[in-house]
């Protein structure tokens, strides 16, 4: 693309206030200011549509820079808004990285309602919001002794809950104690969140392709990845974005069945990483498990399973629960007990630096 046909890109300090950060996305939203960068971005110009880019944590891979437009920001905003029946003057609190889009959504959420977030990404109070987004790990911990922020996700009028997975036990148990959990499906391609409860937003269309991957059609597609465009055509054809997570329709509705590299293959079977997790949170709610793999000679890829916490069941309490709910090819090859687990910026467990560690202690051992 040639240089006339770029915009300025400007990224943003990770210090820099709400209200200045506000300022500079509007601008950029209006299309009277430069582009601006959030996270880790290099590049120095985007093309004229784009005014947002959000770096991906590349934990998967090499590290993407999602260029968003205004017209798919402010779609997704109205929509999402629209879906909560939030009105002009409701108030969101920000309690996610500004590095990440669903930290930068509650910006512009805010902004079509005229209002400013409550900023408590680090903060121990937590006055009335109507609306927040969180993800599993802050709702598994609110749940479980952070009652502060428990009180702040029951007085909300609804939260948004995504980034990952969310087992079963973890949204009743935030039924059980009046939390209005609305747990939403996206990524930073789209925006963000735009099927909430399985069901698309307005203008959003989800097919499911001969691969039994997710494709997402609508408004709020990026419009290119600004360091690969490459990358990008081959995700995105004709409209339609293939996404990296396997699902179904049920009924109209979209059930996201896990992603397609959290299969491992482990002397010979196919082992899903998300299955794994499932039986543990079902078997064990109040302790943090993550499943992972490191590589090894005999099995190709070895299961291990990683707690959180000074309290967490025992290595033959976790093996007996995954052989009797998935068989022995679910039987773990080893385990960390670790004080946190290692996350990523929005939340999710790192099973890079998991993989990291256990393969540290092997040598160690």
């Known amino acids: 693309m040639e240089k006339t046909s770029q915009r300025e890109l400007l990224v943003c300090a990770k210090e820099a206030s709400i209200s200045s950060l506000m300022a500079q996305l ?16 290099a590049s120095t110009h985007v093309p004229d549509r784009v005014c947002v880019v959000i770096a991906t944590s590349g934990s998967t891979g090499t590290p993407k820079e999602v260029g968003l437009s205004s017209s798919a920001l402010l779609s997704s905003a109205r929509s999402c808004n629209a879906y909560l029946g939030a ?71 609804a939260v948004l809950v995504g980034g990952s997975a969310l087992s079963d036990e973890i949204r009743d148990l935030a039924t059980r104690n009046s939390i209005n959990i609305v ?36 408004k709020m597609l990026a419009t290119t990845y600004v360091n690969n ?17 396997y699902g179904t329709l049920n009924a109209g509705k979209l059930v996201v069945q896990g992603r397609a590299d959290d299969v491992i293959i482990s002397g010979g079977e196919n082992i899903s990483l998300l299955a794994i997790e499932k039986v543990l949170a079902t078997a064990f ?3 943090q498990c993550a ?8 099995w190709g890829s070895a299961l291990h399973i990683a707690c959180e916490g000074q309290t967490h069941p ?52």
């Open 26 to 41: 509007t601008s950029a939203l209006t299309g009277q200011g430069q582009a601006i960068g959030l996270g880790e971005v």
């Open 87 to 157: 009105k002009f003057g409701d108030v969101w609190s920000l309690l996610l990285p500004l590095t990440h889009i669903a930290g930068v959504n509650v910006l512009i959420r805010s902004l079509e309602l005229g209002t400013t977030p409550l900023d408590l990404r680090n903060s121990a109070i937590y006055p009335n919001a109507d609306f927040t987004a969180i993800v599993p790990t802050q709702l598994f911990r609110a749940l479980n002794g952070d009652d502060a922020l428990l009180q702040h996700l029951k007085n909300a009028k």
């Open 183 to 218: 747990e939403t499906y996206g990524m930073s391609e789209t925006c963000g969140g735009c099927v909430y409860n399985g069901t698309p937003l307005d203008g959003v269309t989800i097919e499911i392709d001969s691969q039994e991957r997710i494709k997402i059609s609508g």
């Open 229 to 245: 465009q490459d990358a990008w055509d081959l995700v995105c054809r004709d409209g339609w974005f293939t996404t990296s997570d």
């Open 285 to 287: 709610p109040t302790t």
């Open 291 to 298: 499943a992972f793999a490191i590589a090894d000679s005999e």
């Open 314 to 365: 025992t290595q033959q309490e976790i093996t007996k629960a995954l052989t009797q709910s998935l068989g022995d090819i679910a039987k773990p090859k080893g385990f960390l007990f670790l004080a946190e687990l290692p996350l990523i910026s929005i939340g999710k467990v790192n099973r890079a630096a998991l993989a990291e560690i256990a393969m540290r202690e092997r040598l160690q051992g």
